[in-house]
Nanobody
Framework: QLQASGGGLVQAGDSLRLSCAVS????????MGWFRQVPGEGQSFIAR????????NYADSVKGRFTISRDNADNTLYLQMNRLKTDDTGVYFC????????????WGQGTEVTVSS
């Protein structure tokens, strides 16, 4: 199970940290990611991390502002979001997949982030 939290209402320029508590998955063979969904639009990729190596990838729109990380001891995934923009508004989902898969097959319930101008 994946349980996301940490969303809220903030102003542009503020920071927010999202968390995703993971249980029931042996993460050593998994990638984990964050995605954002905006009403009327599809889901968009935000960031990815390979649990064992810590290797990361980011969407161009968040590079330099967002940082994905994980805590091996607590099995928790994080997304540190700095210098937030109104375009960052949406529901953020954490997800997990086996490294050999192309699609994410475990999803959390989403946490809403609203950035006001």
């Amino acid at each position: 199970q994946l349980q996301a939290s940490g969303g809220g209402l903030v102003q542009a320029g503020d920071s927010l940290r999202l968390s995703c508590a993971v249980s029931g998955i042996t993460l050593s063979t998994y990638d984990m990611g964050w995605f954002r969904q905006v009403p009327g639009e599809g889901q968009s990729f935000i960031a990815r991390i390979t649990w064992t190596t810590g290797g990361t990838n980011y969407a161009d729109s968040v590079k330099g502002r967002f940082t994905i990380s994980r805590d091996n001891a607590d099995n928790t995934l994080y997304l540190q979001m700095n210098r937030l923009k109104t375009d960052d508004t949406g529901v953020y989902f954490c997800a997990a997949k086996k490294r050999y898969r192309s699609d994410y097959n475990y999803w959390g319930q989403g946490t809403e982030v609203t950035v006001s101008s």
